[in-house]
T-cell receptor
Framework: ELKVEQNPLFLSMQEGKNYTIYCNYSTTSDRLYWYRQDPGKSLESLFVLLSNGAVKQEGRLMASLDTKARLSTLHITAAVHDLSATYFCAVESGSRLTFGEGTQLTVNP | GAVVSQHPSRVICKSGTSVKIECRSLDFQATTMFWYRQFPKQSLMLMATSNEGSKATYEQGVEKDKFLINHASLTLSTLTVTSAHPEDSSFYIC???????????FGPGTRLTVT
């Protein structure tokens, strides 16, 4: 059974600071996704990572994938309040997605 | 492109009644759709995989007689929660798999409250 673990589950940080969210998974996978969810809303796709060493960046967010370590990271650079949300990683295996527990990020002024 | 809609966005029903939720892919065809449930402050849990023209595949622990899934066309899947109870109150999210680009697209979700 595929297990996906994120840490931390809660993250409170100050504006302007950097931080990393980690996503570990237990078995080999096809692809890894990062999503953002705002309260009361559905998922917004951020990144899809396909292969070992993949790195993608959009604005203040950068995601990477190490398939050998079964680890993905989501790095936040110079956080701003607008990044406050819950972030999920999800691992795909045969079109089925297994989600991590989510990281609730709060960026304080 | 790649828009998925859900209807209704919010529904309140009384305990013991049934409620139907629709998931539509608006600008692509989806042979496969997925239904997820999300309780407050928790992650998304896959309930079932809906395949057009065939029976849905349910995840372990999900009652197929309580959560009826119909995928009658390439653009529509429905989830019917039968004999709903307060513990079924949740946020239900569907996704549709666009075969040509091999990607899943999520709907906006349906907030179900059972009183």
């Amino acid at each position: 059974e595929l297990k996906v673990e994120q840490n931390p589950l809660f993250l409170s940080m100050q504006e302007g600071k950097n931080y990393t969210i980690y996503c570990n998974y237990s078995t080999t996978s096809d692809r890894l996704y990062w999503y953002r969810q705002d309260p009361g809303k559905s998922l917004e796709s951020l990144f899809v990572l396909l292969s070992n060493g993949a790195v993608k960046q959009e604005g203040r967010l950068m995601a990477s994938l190490d398939t050998k370590a079964r680890l993905s990271t989501l790095h936040i650079t110079a956080a701003v309040h607008d990044l406050s949300a819950t972030y999920f990683c999800a691992v795909e295996s045969g079109s089925r997605l297994t989600f991590g527990e989510g990281t609730q990020l709060t960026v304080n002024p | 492109g790649a828009v998925v809609s859900q209807h209704p966005s919010r529904v309140i029903c009384k305990s013991g009644t049934s409620v139907k939720i629709e998931c539509r892919s608006l600008d692509f065809q989806a042979t496969t759709m997925f239904w997820y449930r999300q309780f407050p402050k928790q992650s998304l849990m896959l309930m079932a995989t809906s395949n057009e023209g065939s029976k849905a595949t349910y995840e372990q622990g999900v009652e197929k007689d309580k959560f009826l899934i119909n995928h009658a066309s390439l653009t529509l899947s429905t989830l019917t929660v039968t004999s709903a109870h307060p513990e079924d109150s949740s946020f239900y999210i569907c996704s549709a798999h666009w075969t040509e680009v091999d990607e899943q697209y999520f709907g906006p979700g349906t907030r179900l409250t059972v009183t």
